[in-house]
């Protein structure tokens, strides 16, 4: 594929992915993030060695699917043929980054991307000169880039990344590697392990990043402990009273019921929109239940629709909420457990102080899209690596 027509895919992709997200309402989470990989050269070079190299990033989410990010860094290439020859690369870039499974603890992405690179050619710790000008082989220059891989959310609140990944630059040069007998420009291949922590935002405020808005915090920079035991109000709430319940129903299987039941759930913070979400609970009674149920509804309705738990054996119980409720501005919902006796509820959100759901927008489009553009990167990509230079 021509270089430039390659460059005009990437940024046309890129314009059209952002406008569509800006559109969309940006989401505003910025994330920080270190690359530490090894880097070699691809193409004229026939034994290039890898070396390592270190990269900085910062990007800001437009959603949950689309990204824009910089990243700078600094590594070296070396060919195993020429002892003492070196080429040392400041590479510094815009680019796009793609996520297809932002929801699930393991996510896979694509970037697509390009920028400029600052290059010096040394052959034993002396920058090399042009053997007819005399000027020294250090320049500015420009390169597209692909890549992608996969990254691993190491906390519940997904805020704390690992990655690992690939990424292939195709530069404008054929002067890295300061030979010129192939009828390509040099390129890099990168492999990597990634860190990135990223700042979640939100628009209604969650001053202590626990998942409950501030308006529904009773401890709005104090956060939750996320044990699942009321997990709703943003409040540490100490330890489930399992221990009553099992008292109870020890000493006198005859003796009035006076516990009211204990609900454990872990809140569903993020779902994606029109599909269904499962809720399970775990749910601890000394006698008997008499209902287990789900109330919920879309942010901003008024009224509030209600589905049973099913009881799953023993003490889980699952249930959903309709997929054709489950829209762009969010969900609220609570797990309510009751006994016969009818002496107290069991419950994970109130409908004063309810769990609430970010809703993510445009699913399925966003993964046609970002397939789509994936798949132009990637295969050009891996054209330029197949393909024999002349």
Known sequence: MNKKRYFLIVSVICVIAGNSAYSAGAKGDIGLGLKLG???????VQNPALRPGAFGTIEYNLNDFFALGIESGYSYLEDKDRPGFQTRI???ELHAKLNFMPISRIN???ILGGGGVYWIAIQDGFTIRDAATQELQQKMDSFVK????FEFALTKKQNTYLSIGATYRYSMTDMLDQIWSGDENDAVVEGYLGFTYTFRATSRGDRDDDGVPDELDLEPTVPEDNDGYMDHDGKLDGVPPLGDVWKTNRDAKNAMD???????HMPIRRAPEGKSIKITAEIFENKKLKVASILYRPRNF???KVAALRNMGGILFEGEI???F??????EYCVIAVDESLNGIGYSGLPNRPNEVEVIANPIFWRIFNGFAAAVGWGAAGYMIWRKQK
């Open 108 to 110: 896979s992405y694509a």
């Open 322 to 324: 309709p997929g054709n």
């Open 146 to 149: 692909a890549g992608g891989g």
């Open 258 to 264: 006076n516990v009211p039941p204990v609900v454990i």
């Open 302 to 304: 008024s009224e509030w």
């Open 38 to 44: 090894l880097n070699q050269f691809e193409g004229d």
């Open 326 to 331: 489950v829209k762009q501005q969010g969900v």
């Open 90 to 92: 400041i590479p510094f």
